[in-house]
């Protein structure tokens, strides 16, 4: 007789919908889900996984007709790809305990709003790429490092809340995002990676923190609508191509500082460099008509 859960060891390796349920909780006896247990089941709403489960092994759940998830607060892994294509997973939570958030583990899904609890320390590249329904994002304290292109083409995401334990803003974090207005870099954050916020095309305020290191290479390439930014005291890394693509966005950086000498390599760019030496800022320094962007040193 087929079961509906086929368990080997503690390990989830079969789900058969035989009672065509709609909603399913995972036994609590068992530890891990193994690659491909839900793949494709169609019929299913609603799943929880309870705090027993420990590992999700990769494409465990893809392309499943889930439209909610519950994460109890047990996992520590999460392979690759574990949700991704779940075309009406509209709402997902995740619980306080969860330690992982795999690589591409919910690519493609539709939920609205998603909200991430300080005991994962690190969101794995791709996270939620491509959730082109995501409208909010809130990282809780705690969480330490979002992966490359965790949110990258989240073409509706408008509200984003990082938290003051971040560290590091991975390559193309929030590359795409093109309703994204505004954003505000938290306390601890020290590196921005290369094209983190590039081709966000209505972003308009950015605000970055005193105590940041590095901003890498197109970080905000083709934000057009960016039109002024202050560079932070501590920046001792600035790539030449940072803000390859903008259209005449005010830099201010902070004379005399490390970022001020390494802003001289702009001009090689086709970047105007301006001192703030009078209050109208006109003492150019560059003869050449800017390209794409002015610097303004204060």
Known sequence: ????????????????????????????????????????????????????????????????????????????????AAFVDCKNLSEIKIKDGVKAIGKIAFGECAVKKIEIPGSVKKIEFEAFRNCE??????????????????????????????????????????????????????????????????????????????GLEEIGRGVFCCCNKLKKIDLPESLYYLHPEAFAGCRHPNVVVPKNSRVERMARYLTYYSVQVMHADSDDYGNIKDSKLPDYIILKVI
């Open 133 to 210: 329904q995501l409208e909010e994002v809130i990282i809780n304290e705690g969480v330490e490092e979002i992966g490359g292109d965790v949110f990258g083409g989240c073409t509706a995401l408008k509200t984003v809340k990082l938290p003051k334990s971040l560290k590091l803003l991975g390559g193309g974090a929030f590359g795409g995002c093109s309703s994204l207005k505004e954003i505000k870099m938290p306390h601890n954050l020290e590196r921005i990676c290369d094209g983190a916020f590039a081709h966000c095309s209505k972003l308009e305020n950015v605000i970055l923190n005193e």
């Open 1 to 80: 007789m087929e079961k509906e859960f086929v368990i080997e060891n503690g390990i989830l390796v079969k789900f058969n919908n035989i009672k065509n349920l709609t909603a399913v909780t995972i036994p609590d006896d068992v530890s891990g889900i193994a690659e491909q247990a839900f793949a494709g089941v169609k019929g299913i709403k609603e799943i929880t996984i309870p705090k027993s489960v420990r590992g999700i092994d990769g494409y465990a759940f893809c392309n499943c007709s889930l439209e909610k998830l519950v994460l109890e607060g047990g996992i520590e892994f999460m392979g690759l």
